[in-house]
């Protein structure tokens, strides 16, 4: 069984900084692609960035230059730096983990960007 457990968001002003976590655990050999998605209210969820296990990421449009996707490996844990939040960046965010081949989510973290 794999668990995924986010931390991290809630409420940040405009411009500002928030990073989020997401700690895997319970049967997490052969980890794969880790990735955060997000959900706004009345929006489909969208993929926000992911990274492969050989730490190569890639971003949506809409984030690129200001959100960083991290992995450490060692502790089966991704992590989201976001940078000059916007209003628009207010969402549910959702890590999702592929672990021998099946995709794994956790259960979400709000990060309300105030306009």
């Known amino acids: 069984q794999v668990q995924l457990v986010e931390s991290g968001g809630g409420l940040v002003q405009a411009g500002g900084s928030e990073r989020i976590s997401c700690a895997v655990s319970?049967?997490?050999?052969?980890?794969?692609?880790m990735g955060w998605y997000r959900q706004a209210p009345g929006k489909q969820r969208e993929l926000v960035a992911s990274?492969?296990?050989?730490?190569?990421?890639n971003y949506a449009d809409s984030v690129k230059g200001r959100f960083t996707i991290s992995r450490d490996n060692a502790k089966n844990t991704v992590y989201l730096q976001m940078n000059s939040l916007k209003p628009e960046d207010t969402a549910v965010y959702y890590c999702?983990?592929?672990?021998?081949?099946?995709?794994?989510w956790g259960q979400g973290t709000q990060v309300t960007v105030p306009s």
């Open positions: 999702s983990v592929v672990v021998l081949f099946r995709a794994y």
């Open positions: 319970g049967s997490t050999f052969s980890v794969g692609r």
């Open positions: 990274i492969s296990s050989d730490g190569s990421p």
